[in-house]
């Protein structure tokens, strides 16, 4: 999930760590455009991934949502996106089912359309009958997300704070269902399971980190697991990598590390603790460090 805060960004580099998607913002509001929009959808669109548009909503009422609903159509259309989205997060009171529902309307005459919502706006602001569009729910330090109204998601944005080596600044990053990514018109085949994204993420790591020289294809085989036993004594307090900051991400992601608990990329004490709670839970050794046996839960959970 990419906007003009991020600047002009390497889509190059997004396709290289593993990701197969890419969602860029178009609109916000009534009158502001993105103006990397049209570049960053084009660029996904060049190296084959599936891409989708979204809008900041700032309406509280019906009839603002139809405002903003044609404003954002009238942006966003030209650069033909796979998807678009309504990024609903806006404070607002009352039911705003009805507001959702006709700006999704409108803008599903673009391409299949879906609401992006944590489970708190969910329960504050929408009912049942918002499922007839797909979800992409953000939801933060946990091993599943809550989908509140709906039975499972078409999307999870699982960190606001990811980071990808060669990329400055924070990216929002998601896993993507293969449900939905099948349903948005692609032939390509693709595993739901986002444990392969992950692992090609970790490969593009060690590369980077400590030039491990791996085929990056999400496979845990003889080089990646040799790869893992070479710097199982590098990674102790105080060491700084992008592999390390994989770690955090998984440890959030399975509740033993709390955001903004620890500095990122950084092997602090809180990340060492956390690795420990891992490894007791886990029956490990419960050493602090990153061998093989910790390893495996990393890569198969």
């Not at 139809?66 to 997060?89: Q, T, Y």
């Not at 039975?151 to 990808?164: F, H, L, N, S, V």
Request: net charge negative; proline share 3%.
């Amino acid at each position: 999930m990419v906007n003009h805060g991020n600047g002009s960004i390497s889509i190059d580099t997004i396709k290289d760590t593993g990701h197969n998607f890419l969602i860029a913002k178009a609109t916000e509001g009534s009158t502001f455009i993105d103006k990397y929009y049209n570049n960053n959808i084009a660029k996904a669109k060049a190296l084959g991934l599936v891409n989708g548009a979204y809008h900041f909503a700032r309406f509280t009422t019906k009839d603002k949502a139809i405002h903003e609903a044609n404003f954002f159509k009238s942006i966003a259309a030209d650069a033909s996106p796979d998807f678009v989205v309504l990024d609903f997060e806006q404070q607002c009171s009352g039911d705003m089912t009805e507001a959702c529902l006709v700006f999704l309307e409108i803008v599903a005459t673009i391409a299949p359309a879906l609401i992006y919502c944590n489970p708190s706006y969910i329960k504050a602001y929408l009912n049942s009958r918002i499922t007839k569009y797909p979800l992409w729910v953000a939801h933060y330090g946990v091993s599943s997300p809550s989908t509140v109204l709906w039975p499972d998601y078409a999307m999870w944005q699982y960190t606001e704070k990811g980071q990808i080596a060669g990329i400055s600044g924070y990216l929002d990053l998601n896993y993507m269902s293969g449900e939905f990514y099948n349903s948005i018109g692609t032939n390509e085949p693709v595993k739901p399971d986002p444990l392969i994204e992950q692992i090609k993420s970790l490969q593009y790591n060690l590369n980077i980190d400590y030039n491990a020289k791996l085929i990056v294809d999400g496979i845990v085989g003889k080089n990646t697991l040799t790869a893992l036993k070479g710097i199982q004594d590098i990674i102790i307090k105080g060491h700084k990598s992008y592999v390390v900051l994989w770690i955090q991400q998984k440890l959030e992601q399975y509740g033993y590390l709390k955001e903004n608990s620890y500095t990122q990329m950084l092997y602090d004490e809180p990340t060492f603790q956390a690795v420990t709670e891992l490894q007791k839970a886990w029956g490990k050794s419960t050493s602090g460090q990153l061998n093989v046996s910790t390893w495996d839960i990393f890569l198969t959970n």
